[in-house]
């Protein structure tokens, strides 16, 4: 996914001023009159209006959601939205610009127009995602992080764009794929689940029961060329088994290395307004480790069935194949006069 654009210093700034100023008036005016909580609070929001002017629209998010968490009040959440929208982080921003302006209070009434364009703005970097399909219970991940968990009972709000789609049901293969999301825009994504193949086990071979001890004992064998043998369609389904188990691991393996480099991918940076050189390139690695994991989850379940199929349909060598077999030799041992045992062999 592309790192969030940087916006152009017009209506936005002009409208972030305006806010700035009024809030910075609204609380100087309160710092005298209020209640000690409402004191902090009001300090607090001086403190983060005076980071906004500076620049420092992270230190300021961090000081508007303290006094956030002592005030409760539209005014806090709103510019709790206007930091958010400032550093990019367009579903917060939208989340909590929302909320405030369901807020009844005298700032929010006053400054309702200009926080109307700012959501403008804010939704002019979102779209929705819809994900019809088979009612599954699995979570919904984008980009690595996850959003929700099916079945989903509203499209989804995410960034606009191309964005990593990734669905996990319990028992089934996970989806990946990669989504256009238009900005204002909906995109449908129809889910289809395959299951997880499971092997069956191979039938157990039954011997012949073998004489007591001590007794005469007649030996048949069956000629080499007419003993049933293990037959070429059992041995490739061997190898096909072994080459699914192979696909399968190579497939968990590289569907691990997704997840572990796309946390990386935000970690680092690469979604900020001042992304690193080497995103794309990581981007392209996410991209590819996907691409890997998903061939080697389905290479895997289409050897497994091949596999499954060849060992349950080949025959097997069964007890009467073997205690019946035509006799190419006979040998026989009985008691001799005195002391011996005579041995004789037909063939």
């Known amino acids: 996914m592309t ?3 940087k916006k152009p210093l017009t209506i936005q700034l002009l409208l972030s001023i305006i806010l700035l100023t009024w809030s910075s008036h609204a609380a100087a005016g309160r710092k005298n009159s209020e209640p ?18 500076k620049g420092q629209d992270e230190a300021a998010l961090q000081e508007f959601r ?34 405030a302006l369901t807020r009844r209070e005298s700032w929010i009434g006053k400054n309702k ?27 919904v991940k984008v980009d690595g992080v996850q959003m929700a968990t099916l079945p989903l009972t509203a499209p989804l709000r995410v960034p606009a764009g191309t964005i990593a789609l990734e669905v996990q049901a319990p028992g089934y293969l996970p989806i990946l794929r990669n989504i256009v999301v238009p900005a204002r825009g909906l995109a449908r994504e129809q889910l289809t689940f395959v299951a997880i193949p499971v092997a069956k086990p191979l039938a157990p071979v039954i011997l012949p029961p073998q004489p007591p001890v001590g007794t ?21 389904g061997v190898i096909l088994g072994v080459a699914a188990l192979g696909a399968l691991g190579t497939g968990a393996a590289f569907h691990v290395l997704h997840e572990n480099r796309a946390k990386s991918y935000k ?31 389905a290479g895997g ?16 060598p069964s007890t009467d194949q073997v205690a019946n ?9 009985s008691p001799a006069a005195g002391l011996g045992v005579t041995c004789a062999g037909r063939f």
Request: proline share 5%.
């Open 3 to 5: 790192a969030p654009m």
């Open 36 to 53: 000690s909580d409402t004191a902090s609070e009001a300090a607090l929001m001086r403190k983060g209006l005076d980071l906004r002017q």
């Open 66 to 99: 303290r006094a956030y968490e002592l005030s409760r009040t539209g005014h806090a959440l709103a510019q709790i939205a206007l930091a958010e929208q400032a550093l990019g982080r367009w579903l917060e921003a939208e989340s909590h610009l929302i909320e």
């Open 113 to 139: 127009k200009h926080l109307d364009q700012s959501l403008n703005d804010i939704q002019g970097h979102l779209g929705s995602l819809e994900l019809p399909g088979e009612a599954k219970a699995g979570t």
């Open 216 to 236: 005469v004992a007649e030996v048949t064998e069956k000629p080499l060329a007419a003993r049933p043998t293990w037959g070429p369609a059992r041995t490739v």
């Open 267 to 297: 970690s680092n940076g690469c979604e900020s307004d001042n992304p690193p050189a080497d995103c794309k390139s990581q981007y392209d690695s996410i991209q590819l480790d996907g691409y890997i994991a998903i061939g080697g989850y």
């Open 301 to 316: 379940a289409v050897l497994a069935g091949l596999a499954t199929y060849l060992l349950v349909r080949s025959p097997s």
């Open 325 to 333: 077999a035509a006799t190419g030799f006979r040998f026989q041992c």
